[in-house]
Each structure stands twice: as structure tokens, then as C-alpha cells.
């Protein structure tokens, strides 16, 4: 690291523990909350997947993609502009909370309707009543959401987590009882709603005992200003979900519900591996916000290091899943979803690297203000994404929507390393790639080689992550300041 980077603030010192503590504490609680939570929700989508069957989840999923762009049109990109407001200004965290709790419920009461709307165009009774659930759980999640944002705005990312500890135990639970009885993917979304109205009792009760009693305010001069500075981070939001989701809608209406539940079981395996850099990102958010000037060491200097350990951790990740795809979607979901889960997973494991820094960079230019410029990439991207869905998908089928998955994660990269290389200087791009790279291509002939052998899946797993793990230290990717920052994340140091 350059001495300009070398900020004592941050890397050495009293300052220095604290922020590593901070950080790990706003980073492994959640991440442990969600790990959790996801391993419920995995044991429920198993048993889901067995009842259910292909035709089954991809009706729910049908589903839950026309609620999922609702939300964010009734969300407007307003929780993570209330996350950063709260950060910058604590005293004004009363004003600002009610203003946009009174906003999203206005958003929720067009959006809700509006989706319910949509759903009848699928035909389907069971998909158009789920609809409808889910979309009447958007008012009780517009207070829940901008409640959740004050607190991570706090720094206290653990009182969120175990509200979402607790709503996921009960969704497993439930879900588990409503599909026993047969109600099927209506009963889920019954569900959806009944862990949504808890959840926002919770919150409200938290939210008056720690900071200020919740209230809901329409002014319209505030909400002018809200609006007009959260936009671009809601556009972004729908252009990053049609990004993901317009392949769902393209094998709906070309290849049909059956489709959908191969493909959604395999991304459901990749939205886990995002776990890990989304809480991480997270916890780095309201600092980064913070610290956002042209030019700091600081901020650059966090950024780089935040760079080479999601990249270090996500082509790993990606190998191993590459060789385990098959015996994964056997464990989890049943022989009804091979191959093609197996096939659809096995490609889409490898927008993971690119989806990690594309994500830290997304929430670094939000940081410093530059959200609308974030909206280019977006628009550039998902144009490819969609004009490719329509032209590959209806011929090539599951294999064409995973690969441009994949590729539009490359698009997305370009726009916005050019919008990075404006906002915040050069940075040593390729200091931060050549280490993962190199150690992957040596893990990936090793296991090439143990494959042709006929080497069992988890031994070949092994020996190619054992190769990475060996290649990539041997590069030294971190130096001295950087290892010590990163051990500082995982301990309690006294400071100096």
C-alpha cells in the first residue's frame, strides 16, 4: 500500500481497533443472522421442491418476481438513502425516518394494486391470489425497511439481524405447516404477509425504545428533496433486478413454469454465496459514507483492500461450485431438477467474482454521491441483458440465460470503472485481479487433470481449492498494514 494510503486512523493505532471491531461486529452478526436464516429457508426450498416440483416453484417464482419489482418502486431507493442520512446526521434521524415512512406508504398504496394488476395477465389463479398476498405485505414492509435503515445508519446491524433471525425461523416453520396441508404456493404467500405485520410490530417497538417514537410526516417540501435524490438509486435497483429477472420472464413465456423452477433452484445457491460480500459491503457502507472525499487515502485505501478479499473468497467459491454443481442439486432439490439445474448452475457460478466488486463499487459511488452516474452502467447492462434473453433464450433455452448472466456482469464492469476512474482517481486494477486469476487457472488444471482420473467430486474440490489457497498467499496479494487490518476484524485487540 502507497504511504498516502497508510492513514493511521486506519491502519494502526486506538482508531484503527475500533473500526476493526466495529466493522466485524456489524459484518459477522448479520452474516450469522442470515446464514441462519438461509439455512431455514434452504431446508424449507428442499421440501418446497419436493412437494412442489418444477412446474410448482416456477409458478412461485413467477410470482415473486411480479412483487419483487413492486418493491422496488414502493421501496424508491429510499432505505438506503435514509442509511446514509442517518450516518452523516444523527439528530435529524427523528425528521428524516418519519418522512420516508410516509413516502413508502404512499408508494406501497400504487404499487401494491399495480402488481396485483400484472399478475392477471399470467392466467393463473394460484400465482394472481399469491400476488396479491405478497403485494398487500409492501405496507408493513415500508415501515418495517426504513426502521431496519435507522439502525444500520446507527451502526447497529445486530438489532436488525435478529429481527430477521426471528421472521426467517417463523417463515420456515410456517411454510413447512401450509405446504404439509396442501395449500401450496398460496399458503406461502399467506406466509409472506402474516411474518411481515410481526416483523413490523418488532420494529416499531424497537424503534421507540432506542432512539424516538415512530411518527409519519407528508411534507411536501421534504418529500420533493427525497425523491428527487432517491431516484437514481431506484432506477438502479429495477435496472440491476430486470438485469437478473428478465431471464426468469423470457423462460416463462417461452419455455414455461417448469423452466423457471430448474433455473430459479440454481440461482438460489448463487443469491447464498452473495452473503458474505452483501453483509460485508453492509457494515462498510455508513463509513465509507462518512469518509467519501475526492482524493482520501482513507477511503481508497478501504476500498482496495475491500477489492482483493472479495475477489480472493469469490473465485474459490466459484470452482468449487463449478465441481460439486451436480451432487449440490441431487442433495438439495432432488433427481427431478437434474441436469438442468446442475447445467444452469454450473455456468451462473461464475458472474459471482464480477458480481462482488461490481457490488462494492455500486455502494462506494453511492457513497460519494455519484448514485446517478451508476445508473449508466445499469442501463447499458441490462440492455444487454434483455436484448440477449430474447434473441438466445427461446433457442438455446437454461444455457442461454445463464451465460448471459455472466456476460452481463462483464458489460456492467466496464461503465463503471470508467465511472470510477472519474470520481476517484486510478486505481491499481490489476494488482487487485492477477493474484485470483492466476491461482484459479492453476486450481482449474488440477482439477481438469484429477477430473480426467475420475477423481470423486469432493476430492477434486479439495485439491483444487488447497492449489488456489497455496497460489494466491504465494503472491502476497495483502501487505503487512492490510494483514493487520484484516486480523483486526477477527479479534478483540487492546488498542496501542
Known amino acids: 500500500m502507497s504511504e498516502q494510503a497508510r492513514d493511521p486512523e486506519l491502519l494502526a493505532g486506538a482508531d484503527s481497533a475500533a473500526l476493526a471491531r466495529r466493522v466485524a461486529r456489524n459484518t459477522v452478526a448479520p452474516l450469522a443472522a442470515t446464514v441462519v436464516e438461509r439455512g431455514l429457508g434452504l431446508l424449507l426450498a428442499m421440501y418446497a421442491a419436493r412437494v412442489l416440483g418444477p412446474a410448482g416453484i416456477g409458478a412461485y417464482r413467477l410470482a415473486q418476481n411480479v412483487w419483487q419489482f413492486a418493491s422496488i418502486f414502493a421501496d424508491a431507493g429510499l432505505t438506503t438513502l435514509l442509511t446514509r442520512d442517518v450516518a452523516r446526521d444523527r439528530p435529524a434521524a427523528a425528521r428524516r425516518t418519519a418522512t420516508t415512512v410516509g413516502l413508502r406508504l404512499v408508494l406501497a398504496a400504487v404499487c401494491a394494486p399495480a402488481a396485483t394488476l400484472v399478475a392477471v395477465l399470467y392466467g393463473d389463479r394460484a400465482i394472481l391470489v399469491t400476488v396479491a398476498l405478497l403485494a ?17 445508519g446507527h451502526e447497529r446491524m445486530t438489532t436488525p439481524a435478529a429481527v430477521q433471525l426471528v421472521g426467517g425461523g417463523l417463515t420456515a416453520a410456517l411454510g413447512f405447516a401450509v405446504l404439509s396441508v396442501g395449500w401450496g404456493i398460496i399458503g406461502l404467500g399467506v406466509v409472506s404477509l402474516a411474518v411481515s405485520l410481526l416483523t413490523v410490530v418488532v420494529f416499531i417497538r424497537l424503534i421507540q425504545r432506542h432512539y424516538f417514537p415512530l411518527r409519519i410526516e407528508l411534507t411536501s417540501r421534504d418529500l420533493r428533496a427525497q425523491l428527487s435524490e432517491a431516484w437514481p438509486l431506484m432506477l438502479n435497483n429495477l435496472l440491476n433486478t430486470i438485469f437478473f429477472r428478465s431471464d426468469i420472464q423470457v423462460l416463462g413465456a417461452f419455455l414455461g413454469a417448469r423452466a423457471v423452477g ?46 482483493k478479499l472479495l475477489l ?185
Open 136 to 152: 398487500a405485505g409492501l405496507f408493513p414492509t415500508a415501515i418495517a425497511g426504513a426502521l431496519s435503515a435507522v439502525f444500520s
Open 262 to 307: 430448474h433455473y430459479d433452484n440454481a440461482f438460489r445457491i448463487i443469491d447464498a454465496v452473495g452473503l458474505l460480500p452483501s453483509r460485508f459491503i453492509l457494515a462498510l457502507f455508513p463509513l465509507l459514507s462518512r469518509r467519501a472525499a475526492p482524493g482520501d487515502a482513507t477511503f481508497l485505501g478501504v476500498y482496495r483492500l475491500a477489492v
Open 312 to 496: 480472493g473468497i469469490a473465485v474459490p467459491i466459484a470452482l468449487g461450485i463449478t465441481v460439486l454443481a451436480y451432487d449440490t442439486t441431487r442433495l438439495l432439490w432432488g433427481a427431478r431438477f437434474l441436469p438442468e439445474s446442475a447445467i444452469a448452475l454450473q455456468i451462473l457460478v461464475w458472474y459471482v467474482p464480477g458480481s462482488f466488486w461490481n457490488g462494492l463499487t455500486q455502494v462506494v459511488l453511492i457513497a460519494v454521491g455519484q448514485q446517478r452516474w451508476i445508473t449508466v452502467g445499469f442501463f447499458l447492462a441490462t440492455a444487454f441483458n434483455v436484448v440477449a434473453n430474447l434473441l438466445l433464450v427461446p433457442r438455446y433455452g437454461l444455457v442461454a440465460a445463464a451465460w448471459t448472466t455472466v456476460a452481463s456482469e462483464v458489460v456492467l464492469f466496464v461503465p463503471f470503472a470508467v465511472i470510477v476512474r472519474r470520481s476517484l482517481g486510478t486505481l491499481p486494477f490489476w494488482r487487485e485481479v492477477l493474484p485470483p486469476l492466476i491461482g484459479g487457472l492453476a486450481a482449474a488444471a488440477v482439477a481438469l487433470g484429477l477430473g480426467q482420473l475420475g477423481s470423486p467430486a469432493l476430492v477434486v474440490a479439495g485439491a483444487a481449492l488447497s492449489v488456489y489457497a497455496i497460489v494466491w498467499l504465494a503472491q502476497r496479494p495483502l501487505d503487512r498494514e492490510e494483514w493487520q487490518l484484516v486480523a483486526g476484524l477477527w479479534r478483540r485487540a487492546e488498542p496501542r
